[in-house]
């Protein structure tokens, strides 16, 4: 009974190792500066000459925005391109402007994206409970659907304590939730998220 424990507990550490790292901090550091105002961020993306998935982002749900730009300065992987999530504006108002949301690399598929976020607000004003999605940028490229990165397996412990020969791990199943993500608003997408009437 005490190997069973031992594996049990093995396996939980392991699916959280596996399935739960995040390259980001427990919480999100000290707001960045330049981010109050969407002139001054627009003129910088646009300068750069931005990569498909730059730019300046809008949550329908809450109506924050964000701004996801390259970082210049890769010091852990020299060649690597990665971009940073930076709130602009946030449907909290605990939340300031240039706050640091996550942090997202490409992978092998131009429109698909690994992603580390923040997933909720803390007391201080920061964001914390960081968390792994792929993000995919659907229709032409003025979309970004966020999908949550999950474990395919679940162990559920209370199968195992009345009988021993039950399984005691099952597969998870798309439970069909309509999907998050952001419609980009600049640089303006060839056909915008709303239709426009003269």
């Known amino acids: 009974m005490r190997r069973l424990l031992s594996l049990l507990i093995l396996a939980v550490g392991m699916a959280t190792a596996v399935y739960g790292e995040t390259a980001l901090p427990a919480t999100s550091p000290a707001p960045l500066p330049g981010y109050n105002d969407r002139t001054v961020v627009q003129k910088r993306i646009a300068a750069s000459g931005p990569h498909r998935i730059e730019g300046i982002w809008r949550f329908p749900e809450t109506g924050s925005t964000v701004a996801i730009e390259r970082e210049d300065n890769n010091r852990a992987h020299p060649g690597a391109v990665t971009y940073r999530m930076i709130v602009m504006r946030s449907d909290n108002r605990s ?3 240039g ?3 996550g942090i997202i690399t490409p992978s092998v598929k131009s429109d698909v994206f690994d992603a580390s976020i923040y997933t909720s ?3 201080n004003s920061s964001l914390d409970s960081p968390r792994r999605f792929t993000l995919t940028l659907a229709e032409k490229g003025d979309r970004l659907v966020f999908s949550r990165v999950k474990s395919k ?3 559920n412990l209370w199968r195992i304590l009345p009988y021993m020969f039950r399984y005691a791990v099952r597969r998870n199943n798309n439970t069909g939730e309509a999907p998050e993500g952001c419609v980009k608003i600049f640089p303006a997408p060839a056909v915008p998220a709303e239709p426009r009437y003269l």
């Open 99 to 101: 706050t640091f949301m």
């Open 95 to 97: 939340i300031r402007p």
């Open 121 to 123: 607000s803390h007391r």
């Open 153 to 155: 397996y679940s162990l």
